[in-house]
T-cell receptor, first 110, second 112 residues
Framework: GQQVMQIPQYQHVQEGEDFTTYCNSSTTLSNIQWYKQRPGGHPVFLIQLVKSGEVKKQKRLTFQFGEAKKNSSLHITATQTTDVGTYFCSRMDSSYKLIFGSGTRLLVRP | NAGVMQNPRHLVRRRGQEARLRCSPMKGHSHVYWYRQLPEEGLKFMVYLQKENIIDESGMPKERFSAEFPKEGPSILRIQQVVRGDSAAYFC??????????FGNGTRLTVT
């Protein structure tokens, strides 16, 4: 099946700086879901985007779904040490299973 | 409402032994998924099940691995004759149909 490509693989920021991770697909996506996994933890659902051009916000997190529904981004404003973890985008395929991107690992220097 | 329960949390097996990983989905969830995660890597889909049915097992290795979700009891991921390369974190997730996934805490399998 088609994969979702996620960049960057790693991002190391100073606390207070912004952070963005990008997810790209070669095919149109029906929806995209974002998950966060803390070090040593399990993935936790953050949000689902369905509509073309959709933008959703959760406090300092902003999620976007591209107009062509082939890409998505997660932006964190003014990172905090609690934001540390790996952020995964994922797509649901035709058999309704979730395929995950490779993830972006965020490290925050205090 | 208890979350997805996985046990054991940690499992150590010698090469050639069998590993059995258990997952109890959240109450009311009819769909169970198993994913494997190697250290510092992403989540690789293994298998997707509903009660008594395997819906998609395209991510399961052809040999030694099997999964079930019986009418009664937890879902089981079974690995026979484990090898060192099977060492990984195995996550179970459950959901209602076509909904976001709720993950368990995972089972960390170490093969010595």
């Amino acid at each position: 099946g088609q994969q979702v490509m996620q960049i960057p693989q790693y991002q190391h920021v100073q606390e207070g700086e912004d952070f963005t991770t990008y997810c790209n697909s070669s095919t149109t996506l029906s929806n995209i879901q974002w998950y966060k996994q803390r070090p040593g933890g399990h993935p936790v659902f953050l949000i689902q985007l369905v509509k073309s051009g959709e933008v959703k916000k959760q406090k300092r997190l902003t999620f976007q779904f591209g107009e062509a529904k082939k890409n998505s981004s997660l932006h964190i404003t003014a990172t905090q040490t609690t934001d540390v973890g790996t952020y995964f985008c994922s797509r649901m395929d035709s058999s309704y299973k979730l395929i995950f991107g490779s993830g972006t690992r965020l490290l925050v220097r205090p | 409402n208890a979350g997805v329960m996985q046990n054991p949390r940690h499992l150590v097996r010698r090469r050639g032994q069998e590993a059995r990983l258990r997952c109890s989905p959240m109450k009311g969830h009819s769909h169970v998924y198993w994913y494997r995660q190697l250290p510092e890597e992403g989540l690789k889909f293994m298998v997707y099940l509903q009660k008594e049915n395997i819906i998609d097992e395209s991510g399961m290795p052809k040999e030694r691995f099997s999964a079930e979700f019986p009418k009664e009891g937890p879902s089981i991921l079974r690995i026979q004759q484990v090898v060192r390369g099977d060492s990984a974190a195995y996550f179970c997730a459950s959901s209602p149909p076509q909904s976001p996934l709720h993950f368990g805490n995972g089972t960390r399998l170490t093969v010595t």
